[in-house]
């Protein structure tokens, strides 16, 4: 795998992301620059964006953007302190170390306790697959062609196309200065190079009273077929004209793969003890999933929730304290696992790793095409996803907000309307246990865990593979003029 | 969670590199000739120099217009107990137009090769668009700044005091307010563990290829607060602290005696009287509320989270015409020319202008990131829609409406891009509501009305996609013959944008306004802004108000 990009005005040598030799290399002259004897750490991260985003069917601004963060933390005899740079020259660095020192020995604060925790296992060297030459090498040109093909069926129909196409690049390490015996320190995580990329549009007609939307993300491009997605965006929106307003209420729903996942996002966020600081705390309310729950039939039989790191689909990035092998949270309906650091593992349960949080996942389907739950329906509503999705009652799972983009009244086994957007009032879990049917898995559009701004190391991969559902007794609380 | 107890001995041993830590320059090196050499000030005229090399080169590869940004952007975070950490990044971006279509690029790096390659890549990225149908880019004219220089003004700059004073002001305050009760604490934001400051300095170059030079040094402060309190045998109660929301100020947003429109008093009496409302609350019974319509008495923190919600986003002309779609939605003004000037989008009270030269504003700025000095502009004036928050480009798609009004073509100013990394795009300005005439404030409204709900506070509403209909939920009281009596609980409010501003029944007066930061979410990939919101308090009339998370 190369990060050399291919010619083009790129080629006077800048490097989109760092390789491994580069990041070890920085790494090492970090170390270098240390004064003390005090253990150094860094932790390097480099990203790259190509992208292309479009609206009233004319591309608004095509960009190729890149940037670093070098995060520089040293110890001294009172503490520790950090610094920041993206700057990789000598003196930059030496600034930074510099700066991470003076902190350290003004401010250093004894916060890291010395650990209780035994050595890390041997780190599993499986890589999982999050690289695609297909995404990194897409060139500026072919991703102008493929817009200007994705926008054209839309303009034909004087409609309006707005979208997002953007191919991502990021690589990691964090490498310390102090090794004990084993073949890594707890801090350090082995350099990490992976891609996404994602396709998203949303097509309008021209008075602004019908919407359709399309979207799928993945690692690697060439799994993504653009041109249906045009095509599932510009069918949404023509059949989505002449909306009727019905009253809100109890409607049986089939959910499309999307509308599955936006609703299924804060339940798999809920997967866990509880977070690192509060892990005895835990969550007691009845509706939320917690310890007390362990073991117990949650939701429909038929649901499993599991994700197996290898899966070439739903490839993360490694977690090191985490047990990277396959992991199921919920097995044929009943709670099996839940989310934990190492810290809880080796106190409470005598295990010297974490469990995985679902932060991608794979949801068991069934065999019933959407079609067919539509001939099966006598009265119902069909949602292509969900927006805006909050917990108006933390710490309940209750949530709450509007269908978007394509909603039609089923009567009788066909489609009949098109029907204006509702708010909702509901809980996943309530979903999953009020199932009828159940379609075949797909991958959907999540966006990457995206911590750029605070600590660009915690970026995860997110992917998902969600069935379309049928479920009854689905509660719409409001009608909405929103389009 | 106590701070570990402040160690005297560190601190005199550490007093000699108080010093080091304030006056020794950071060298961040760039290359503006043959060498490395540490950067220079913003104010240096060879990064003029700097930046004509991305200018001709994208010009060369067939640019019509190009415009270079570098940032180099300073952040330190102070927290009690003890960490001070430091970032400094330097980043450069260019933006080229080719037959009406826009290309970007930018990376980390200040030398003359990186912006010959950041110059062609821009041109490259938009030549490759250009292929497609043909597209127009009419761009509002503007006096052409050259050479121009401005440093944001702040009575103190936060990088220039020791972060020893700040950290001991940080621990006297949670001390201070320990001593008011021993449940109360000042926390974080999420409340995980101490509280501390946020300071940010950019200072930045923007040239363009007609000829404008513009630098500035921006300052923006912030405080990781909130107040918690955890009466024996009560849940945690949160609440935050709105003086310290964002601003364009400097380390006196914390130590002023009062800020006009933000606080009339020290901090310390600002956190002591939100203890104080904790107190008094916990003296209120709880009730459900009665579901039904109320008159609704806001204060000036929920007014601007109203306006938040709707108005300003509903009154940014690249989201009205749906370049937003595919991300947070479009707006609820469908037919931007036709209802320019014509749509009441609220009641005859309802005045909202736009600037970005507010002092303190968290969107203040002297120039935009097209060059353009923000004006100041009416958006909304008597609830008639007046004008649009835009940039240079979308200033252009409103000529012909502005001309057939009789006013001048200009852009109003909203150029922004948080760093030189992230393209310009339009982002909101410093918005604020006119107050109302007569001197009254949320008490005075509370005293005045028989039956009603008290607002006090909310989380930001959650808006659907059109920022048109939306549900506030927070601190909300009932209130019976002036007073209030009982804390709601699980209640929330409805409303539709329209006719929850034509539901205006009074503004409070211009001692009832209160400035407050806000941090807007925008674009593909998703960028972050901050602005500021001034508003009065405010009573509208008969909203809908509801159980949260009642089902059907």
Known sequence: MSV??????????????????????????IFALARGPGETRVSIVSWWNGELRWARNRVSLGGDRQNLSVFVRRFTDVGFGDAWTNQLDDGALEAAVRAAERSAQLFGSVLEQPTTLPPLPPLDARQPPVWSDATFNLPTEARGDMVRALIAPAEAKGMLSAGFLEMHAGARAQLSSRRPAGPYAPWDEPYVAWTQAECSMTVRNASGTASGWAGVSSYDWSRIDAPGLAARALEKCDASQHPVALEPGRYTVILEPQAVADLMENLVGTLRRADAGTWFLGYDDALKLSRQKLGLKVVDERITISHDAMDPRLGILNEPGMDMGPVTWIDHGVLTNLGDWRGFAVAALGRNLGTRLPTGYRMTGGETSISEMIRTTRRG????????VGLPLDPTLVEEGFTRDGLWLIENGRITKAVKNFGFTESPLF?????????????????????????????????????????HDFSFTSLIDAI | MPFPPFDRRRFVKGLGYAIAVATVPRPLLVRLGR????????????????????????RTAGAIYADVRLTRDRSRSIHGGGTCSDAENLEAGVRALVNGYWGFASGPIWSPDEMVRLGQEAAHQARSNSLGGSREVDLAPRPVV?????????????FEVSPFEIMDFLEGEATAAARVGPHYELRNRQASSGWGARFYLQAKVFASSDGAYCTQ??????????VTAQPPGEPLVIRGVPALSSAGMGWELFTADRIPRVRNHSLREEIRRIMEGIEEDSRLPLKPVDVGRYDAVCSALVTQALIFGTLTPATELDRALGYEANADGTTYITDPFRMLGTLQVGGPLLTLAADRSTPGGAATVQWDDDGVVPPECILVKAGVLNDFQTTRESAGWLKERYAALGRPWRSNGCARAPSAIAPPMQFAANVAAAPGREALDYEDFVAGTTKGIAVEDIDEPSMDFQASSGEGHGRLYKIERGKKVARLFSAAFLFHASEFWKSLRSLGGEASLRRYGWEEDKGEPEQKCQYSLTAPAAVVGQVAFIERGRKA
């Not at chain 1, 050399?4 to 030799?21: C, E, F, K, N, Y």
């Not at chain 2, 050259?146 to 936060?158: A, L, S």
């Open chain 1, 4 to 29: 050399r990009s291919p010619a083009g005005p790129r080629s006077s040598g800048a490097d989109r992301i760092l390789s491994a030799d580069q990041c070890d290399a920085l790494a090492r002259r």
């Open chain 2, 35 to 58: 060498s490395w050499e540490p950067v220079p000030p913003i104010q240096d005229p060879r990064l003029k120099e700097l930046t004509a090399r991305a200018l001709e080169a994208a």
């Open chain 1, 381 to 388: 509503l069909l949602v292509t996803r969900l927006s805006g």
């Open chain 2, 217 to 226: 040094q921006l300052y923006r402060s912030t405080g990781d607060v909130s």
């Open chain 2, 146 to 158: 050259t050479d121009g220089h401005w440093v944001m003004p702040v009575q103190h700059d936060p």
């Open chain 1, 431 to 471: 979903v999953l246990n009020n199932l009828e049917q159940l379609g075949e898995p797909v991958p959907v559009y999540r966006t990457v865990w995206d911590a750029l701004e605070l600590m660009p190391s915690l970026d995860q991969l997110t992917p998902a593979i969600v069935p379309p559902l049928k479920a």
